[in-house]
């Protein structure tokens, strides 16, 4: 069997969870279906197939024969464990924080909060960033096309969110969006000022450093079968 046919399963998974998560950012489809639907059944069933997709798209990565294409260096752990935990922070305080402009369980404008002065796409650079982490130590074509898969989606997920944001807020977008950037600490640096924080943020540090922690103390290995610190022992 050639090499291409092995990774049929795991782009047809990677393209079906792209897809699925590009439903809600398209205003029309989205807007439609829950006219059909209810709004009730469209998230409970979308939840569901989410799911079901990622465990597909999980099962076909860990099933799909290894290729190798570069060595792995103890460099490339290190930099996992410096853009993983920072991923973690960033998703976890941008889902709990609120957001007009982006990926966020609380979606109303009425005083965003501190996360989204840094940027304002935290749940999607948080991806981008874990994305990318798990993209330098995993030299295989396998982990290439589904970690490099999801750094993709994030970045086309910003384009997306921008659009969205821009149509929704209409004339307040340029006030609100004044005091935030999308490349993160831009508005910061420009500003000169410090970013503040909030409980979201501390509640995203707290808890991806126990989820940090766990990981890797063999919650990492439970998961998918590779414990990163064994790794780096091996490498140095």
Known sequence: MMESDLMVGLIAALSLFVGLHSVPAIPTLRSGIIRTVGRTTYLAVYSAVST???????????????????STAA?????????????????????????????AIRHDDDAPGAIVGITRHPVLWGFL?????HVFPNGDLRSAI?????????????????????????ARWETMARDTS?????????ARRFPRADWPMFVGFVLSLALTAWLLLGGHAALVGADPVTTLQSLQ
Do not use: C
């Open 52 to 70: 079901v997709a990622l465990v597909w798209l999980f099962y076909e990565a860990l099933n799909t024969d290894y290729v190798e294409l570069w």
């Open 182 to 190: 999308v490349i993160p600490l831009v508005a910061n640096l420009t």
């Open 75 to 103: 460099w490339q752990v290190h930099v996992t464990f410096v853009l993983a935990p920072l991923g973690l922070f960033l998703v976890i305080s941008g889902l709990i924080s609120r957001n007009p402009f982006s990926v």
């Open 129 to 133: 960033l874990w994305s990318a982490g």
């Open 146 to 170: 589904l970690f490099g898969g999801f750094a993709a989606f994030s970045l086309g997920g910003m384009l997306m969110a921008e659009r969205r944001s821009r149509r929704k807020l209409g």
